[in-house]
């Protein structure tokens, strides 16, 4: 289905949107989807991908994106919505990549990579990973060493990248490379932004089990890897400003703000069936929880008008600093969340529950929604370390309001 | 909700800011709040002149009819420049009072307020509860051709200031519930004493003993009076997050300029990491205090979900304030101890703002008994 382009604020119209939306939830979404288990994705990506195309199917998978890519010309308000109600519906999460490449595809792409990438990436039929961080370039990212050497019609890639959520699912990375010499003054030039298959040959993927027990991330290894110069996105020794751009595309997601609702969905849920700890109540009624509880919707709501003035303003030359500052608070909210969901634990956060995870077909020990919630807890320490770590966010909130004082 | 300002409230916003810029400088407040009035009636003068005092009444009035955004701007500048000058209490809580009242007293009030030469003071609080606007115990009886209002107001600010004071009382009969008198100051039956106060004003514990009235002293009455005393809660409060604002950037601002010029171990104070991580979240407490400033001051109006909103606000935007003043005197050193530079005024008046209609910890225990869930729209 493809809705033209309209703009409506009308709030008869928003609450029968909602009455469709919600029909279309109850019809299409199954009750194993609903209860998957998830961080930014779900564990099982193959269902993720399945619940991807169904919504791709009816036109709603990239609302905001420019309706000739398959956007939907909604105003925010019919967007906000559509993204509620999933939160509501508990729907799988599509893959934070999407959000990421495909802005990029579309703002900076050449005909041929929009042609190629955009719709299976908008239909769900693609999974992207992410090759940013090196070695010896995790934080101080214009260090990144993975080196890119012309040969013919190709690059020649030599190197790896590391901590690369989902690779070994992925069937693309976008990726920084090292096509200047070092000669260069700056190491920010020199940078170029390729779109890898992972299929080629000379790539490896090495697994590394995170601190929840499961595997999420990966080492990447390229040897003599052959990627056509066609995969380049914008010119040579210029994807930094590229890379940049995405950064603060994915900032902004750790900022979503209907994401950290559906977390806060989860902990809800568990508290209202995990005994306070003498047994005289729910958790959900227990003093202490309900105030932290309070503290965060307040956190939310504060992040959610920050988010929307940082709309309005648009790019008033603060954009690197607002989406610093959105990256910042989101994901300390997004901890103050988990630390909520362990105090609703008490001794059932001590079981390790990543086989239950792997495989629901194995029982969990502990409440329902426990695993998950242990699980995001754990994986949540990751949300001020990536995407630029909260020290770099500080440097560069502060970098700005310097230069806007003097 | 929309930021887009007419010529007539983009200019009065501008020429505030400059008018106080240029004439209201630490030195300048200083004389005014050292005076044996506490307040400048010059002053006072150019704010009508500018329409400053006007702008969030009807034309009718003589205003210009700006909202709660025009009202935010307009207390961001006042809290930066630390205005002593009933603006707040004149225009803000009594305005809010005076807006929602059809009577003639009310009407001559509002004139006399955009023309210069009215100036309110509310008693709403008492000394026996420190938050319970609702439940005044001072009480209005009825006599032979008006009203006799017995009872102790606390902290009465700017009332020494005020040719006004607005007084919420109690109906000596229950069933007619609250009513909000105009009372001359200088009425006989009103002993009032008179202090300043940590943030460069002035208040006043006030007791009214007989305090004969006439009937057309009723602004408002009966069940209006819940409701005008709500509203004036929310907009009081909206109107303290902008305030707020104002202040959270000047000591952001000053903290800056100080850390660039202050130099120890050889170097910059800017140039030490841990404090450009400190501004950094100071720079992010500020900013996203501002946004729930504005979502307070679109909400003033709403029909529903506006104390929940205002609870929110004051509760995020409080918190920041305390964070941003607090670290902003830690950055200047000794000298942020000190009486000689602006920021530690700044501080004294952000934690007056803490303790004014309602605290952290009050709005906090209203959203938990509210227990429904915030949200943007």
């Known amino acids: ?406 | 909700m929309k930021f887009c300002f007419t010529e007539d409230q983009r200019l009065l916003q501008e020429g505030l800011a400059d008018f106080l810029a240029d004439r209201y400088d630490h030195a300048a407040r200083n004389a005014i709040v050292f005076s044996d009035s506490g307040w400048s009636p010059d002053i006072w003068r150019r704010l009508a002149d500018l329409g400053v005092l006007g702008l969030t009444f009807d034309a009718a009035d003589g205003g210009l009819g700006g909202g709660g955004v025009e009202q935010l701007l307009v207390m961001e500048s006042v809290g930066a420049a630390l205005l002593v000058e009933p603006y707040f209490q004149t225009c803000v809580v009594g305005g809010a009072l005076l807006r929602r009242s059809a009577s003639p007293r009310a009407e001559s009030l509002r004139k006399g307020i955009v023309a210069g030469d009215v100036r309110l003071a509310v008693a709403w609080q008492e000394p026996q509860a420190r938050f319970a606007p609702m439940a005044p115990s001072t009480i209005a009886k009825k006599t032979q051709g008006g009203f006799m209002i017995e009872g102790v107001k606390a902290v009465v600010a700017c009332a020494s200031m005020a040719t006004h004071i607005l007084v919420t009382t109690r109906m000596e009969n229950t069933s007619d519930g609250l009513a909000i008198f105009a009372v001359d100051p200088d009425a006989s039956g009103i002993e009032r004493r008179d202090y300043a106060t940590i943030d460069g004003s002035r208040a006043s514990e006030i007791r009214f003993s007989a305090v004969k009235v006439d009937h057309d002293a009723v602004l408002i009455s009966s069940l209006n009076a819940d409701s005008a005393i709500a509203a004036m809660l929310g907009e009081a409060i909206a109107a303290l997050c902008g305030e707020s604002v104002g202040i959270m950037k000047r000591a952001l601002m000053d903290t800056l300029r100080h850390t660039h010029h202050r130099r120890q171990f050889g170097a910059a104070l800017a140039d030490f990491q841990s404090l450009q991580h400190r501004m950094a979240d100071m720079a992010t407490a500020t900013a996203t205090a501002e946004a729930m400033a504005f979502h307070a001051a679109g909400m003033i109006a709403s029909p529903t979900g506006r104390d929940q909103a205002m609870s929110a606000a004051k509760l995020f935007v409080g918190e920041a304030l305390r964070f941003v003043t607090q670290n902003a005197v830690q950055l200047h050193g000794a000298m942020g101890i000190t009486d000689e530079l602006p920021i530690g005024h700044l501080f004294r008046r952000a934690t007056v703002i803490e303790s004014e209609f309602g605290t952290t910890a009050y709005h906090l225990r209203r959203l938990t008994e509210a227990a429904s869930d915030l949200t943007i729209t």
């Not at chain 1, 799988?92 to 990438?117: C, E, R, W």
């Not at chain 1, 958790?283 to 307040?298: A, C, K, T």
């Not at chain 1, 940082?310 to 603060?318: I, P, W, Y």
């Not at chain 1, 607002?322 to 001794?347: D, F, T, V, Y």
């Open chain 1, 1 to 406: 289905m493809n809705n033209a382009v309209q703009s409506m604020t009308n709030v008869d119209d928003l609450t029968a949107f909602r009455c469709e939306l919600r029909a279309f939830l109850d019809e299409s979404l199954s009750v194993e989807m609903r209860s998957a288990p998830r961080t930014i994705m779900l564990l099982d990506t193959d269902m993720q991908q399945r619940w991807h195309r169904i919504l791709a199917f009816r036109g709603w998978a990239v609302p905001g994106w420019p309706v000739e890519y398959g956007g939907t010309g909604w105003c925010a308000e019919k967007r906000n919505v559509l993204a509620e109600e999933l939160v509501r519906a508990n729907a799988p999460p599509l893959s934070p990549n999407l959000q990421m490449i495909g802005p990029v595809l579309y703002t900076f792409g050449t005909d041929n990579q929009k042609a190629l990438h955009l719709g299976p990436l908008r239909m769900g039929e693609t999974l992207w990973c992410q090759g940013y961080s090196e070695p010896e370039a995790g934080s101080d990212l214009a260090a990144l060493r993975l080196s890119a050497l012309r040969n013919g019609d190709d690059y020649v890639l030599n190197g790896q990248k590391l901590w690369t959520s989902y690779a070994h699912k992925a069937d693309w990375m976008f990726c920084l490379v090292r096509t200047g010499s070092d000669g260069s003054t700056r190491r920010q030039s020199g940078i170029s932004f390729l779109l890898v298959d992972m299929r080629t040959p000379g790539i490896t993927v090495r697994p590394i089990r995170s601190i929840d027990g499961l595997h999420h991330l990966n080492e990447v290894f390229f040897a003599d890897a052959r990627v056509p110069l066609a995969n380049r996105v914008g010119a040579e020794n210029e994807g930094w400003a590229i890379a940049k751009f995405l950064l603060r595309h994915e900032r902004g997601g750790v900022a979503n703000s209907q994401y950290l609702r559906m977390r806060l969905l989860l902990v809800d849920a568990l508290a209202a069936e995990s005994p306070d700890d003498d047994g005289s109540g729910w958790m959900s009624q227990d003093g202490d929880f309900v105030h932290r509880r309070i503290r965060i919707l307040v956190d939310l709501l504060a992040l959610e008008c920050l988010a929307q003035r940082t709309a309005q303003l648009g790019e008033d030359g603060q954009g690197d600093l607002r989406a610093s500052m959105l990256k910042l608070r989101g994901s300390e909210i997004e901890q103050a969340i988990g630390e909520l969901g362990l105090s609703c634990l008490g001794p059932y956060s001590r079981p390790d529950n990543s086989r239950h995870l792997k495989d629901p077909g194995i029982a969990a020990i502990g409440a329902k929604g426990g695993p998950e919630v242990m699980l995001n807890y754990l994986l949540g320490r990751a949300a001020t370390i990536y995407g630029g770590s909260s020290e770099v966010q500080r440097n560069i909130i502060f970098r700005q309001i310097a230069r806007s004082s003097s």
